[in-house]
């Protein structure tokens, strides 16, 4: 055998015991007459010691051999070590080698194979392989592989069954472009890889299977905004004989227990809160709600005065900074620029502050007075000490607009503590959304996400009014988990398909297979889906879902380890009856 032990198990009581271990060598320190290395495997590290006056010669002279990175295997003895090391829990031993064996040399690596490296992101990407020998991914890794496990041993304690479904489906048509896969023995036909397994978890619950779940990789070919991977990971699940509740109960369940695993946190009930009530508070559907900064609404205290930016404005809206009167007009310029940038797209911002003594010192003095002041005060809960930052313009693009410097400011505040975890229902979502460039309806989730049964008549007069029978799962800011009761009846389908937009043909040739399933005794159902990779990375305290994927993609979508995605020869290409025009 190749080791005895791990390099993370030896102590103390095992003083004296003969052991064989393997490993990399992650650095030696050669004193001339001493030689200590210390072997790391994916449990810790262990030191070993060379001595001139206690090992074999040829052991001794080999030790100076090694470099960085070395696969060696050593049989030695169990020594009490003279200084010894708290930091690690071999720190009280080391093993005085008496044999070794060189298994693999090694390059030495690009970057050095510490918590603290000197690679950049591109290179370590490069040598992903050597990244996850380093203690952060290493852990990463195995934090998710713990999170899964407490998935699992949850839902399956509930009688849920893990299933699996395809990976080579229909293309369809959910809100993102499909990856495509030529096939080769059907000349001109394509499959694509799921965005999610959405129809085959229905088709589940119309087979019976009552409650599925699947740890399962889906794929979108959309444009990589911040943080998002080309394939990612979901906790996909689906029950059927079910409400609303029933489905929030469960996996609110599921969320209390993955805190409680992993954190040892007692969360009490998760609040809820509307769609609604979250876009004109917050400025956006996913809330962090772990400090306040809530909207304050201003258009009935600051459009009476001769301001005509306020006064031509559809929205104006402000939130109190907590402290933050305290601010140098430095600090505050570099905020005004801050929304200025394009991706906020603000062209101007006011403020106002609250002084200790009661007072209000603002940017606006010439067209309000400390009672109007007064008032914006009362209306974003500003107290002394705060200031009042405040946007005006249309109204949605404002909320978003101020929405980010929500963020921005609690960042800059300290107020997005990673080990404090806020999560919380977002319901009643609309059911359709309003594309203005081609003036069609689109579903705010999919097609087969049921509407709320008592705002079915407004499909005909009012269908932007229509809420849907959807919720999702917020934690500190981050949606980590969607889903919806299901439309499980063909009539209602059909008619959802028609407001889409779809013909009877295209809705047939899209979908057809999940009609004719409805028409078989079709049960109840409804589900929800969790993004693995960022409950992973939250849970973890990290923003960054990267670390917490074994081999990520870039920003680009590319896997610069092994080049891809890259060309295909002519052959293949023949072979799948594909002509490419690079024009």
């Not at 031993?93 to 008496?98: Q, R």
């Not at 969790?530 to 590319?558: W, Y």
Request: negative net charge; proline residues 5%; contains cysteine.
């Amino acid at each position: 055998m190749y080791r005895s032990h791990n390099c993370g198990e030896l102590n103390a009581s095992h003083v004296n015991a003969q052991v064989t271990l393997a490993g990399w060598v992650q650095k030696s320190r050669d004193k001339g007459f001493m030689n200590w290395v210390d072997l790391r495997d994916r449990y810790g590290i262990t030191q070993l010691l060379f001595d001139e006056s206690r090992s074999e010669k040829s052991v001794f002279e080999l030790a100076k051999t090694l470099g960085r990175e070395f696969v060696i295997q050593v049989k030695g003895t169990v020594i009490e070590r003279e200084a010894k090391n708290k930091n690690i829990p071999t720190g009280d031993i080391e093993i005085l080698v008496a044999e070794m064996t060189i298994l693999n040399a090694s390059l030495t690596p690009p970057f050095t194979i510490e918590d603290e490296t000197d690679g950049g992101e591109d290179i370590r990407m490069k040598y992903r392989y050597l990244d996850i020998r380093r203690n952060p991914v290493k852990n990463s890794l195995l934090f998710r592989h713990k999170v899964a496990q407490a998935v699992r041993n949850y839902l399956s304690n509930l009688d849920f069954c893990e299933v699996e479904t395809p990976y080579l489906i229909k293309s369809t048509p959910e809100g993102a472009r499909d990856f495509v896969v030529p096939s080769r023995m059907n000349e001109g036909q394509f499959y694509a890889l799921p965005q999610s397994p959405q129809t085959f978890k229905q088709l589940l619950m119309v087979g019976g299977m009552d409650k599925y779940f699947q740890i399962v990789k889906c794929f979108r070919d959309e444009d990589l905004r911040a943080d998002r991977q080309p394939e990612f990971t979901q906790i996909d699940c689906e029950m059927a004989f079910v409400e609303q509740e029933d489905i929030l109960n469960v996996f609110e369940g599921l969320t209390r227990h993955l805190l409680k695993e992993i954190h040892g946190l007692e969360v009490e009930k998760f609040p809820r809160m509307t769609y609604d009530h979250a876009m004109k508070t917050y400025g956006n559907d996913k809330p962090d709600i772990r400090f306040g900064m809530e909207f304050g609404e201003l258009n009935a205290v600051a459009q009476h005065r001769e301001f005509p930016v306020f006064n031509s404005a559809e929205l104006v809206v402000g939130i109190a900074a907590p402290g933050c009167a305290a601010f140098t007009r430095k600090e505050i310029d570099a905020l005004i620029d801050w929304v200025r940038r394009p991706q906020i797209g603000a062209t101007g911002m006011v403020y106002v502050k609250c002084e200790e003594d009661g007072t209000y010192k603002s940017s606006v003095d010439k067209f309000y007075d400390q009672a109007d002041l007064a008032q914006w005060a009362k209306a974003t809960g500003a107290k002394a000490g705060d200031m009042i930052f405040v946007l005006s313009g249309p109204a949605d693009k404002t909320r978003t607009q101020l929405s980010a410097l929500r963020m921005e400011l609690a960042t800059r505040l300290g107020l997005r503590n990673p080990a404090e975890f806020a999560p919380l229902w977002v319901v009643d979502f609309p059911l359709l959304e309003l594309d203005e460039e081609s003036g069609r309806w689109h579903a705010m989730h999919h097609p087969f996400t049921s509407p709320k049964p008592e705002d079915m008549e407004l499909l005909a007069t009012n269908p932007g009014k229509v809420r849907a029978n959807a919720y999702d799962m917020v934690l500190n800011g981050n949606e980590i988990g969607g889903g919806s009761i299901r439309i499980h009846d063909k009539a209602t389908q059909q008619l959802m398909f028609k407001y889409l937009g779809f013909t009877e043909e295209e809705a047939r040739n899209q979908f057809g297979f999940l009609m004719d399933a409805f028409q078989f005794g079709a049960p109840p159902h409804g589900g929800l889906a969790f993004g693995l990779d960022r409950l992973v990375a939250i849970l973890g305290g990290q923003e960054t879902i990267r670390d917490f994927i074994a081999f990520p993609k870039n920003n680009s979508g590319r896997d610069v380890m092994i080049d891809a995605p890259s060309v295909i020869d002519d052959l293949q290409l023949n072979e799948l009856h594909i002509k490419l025009d690079m024009r």
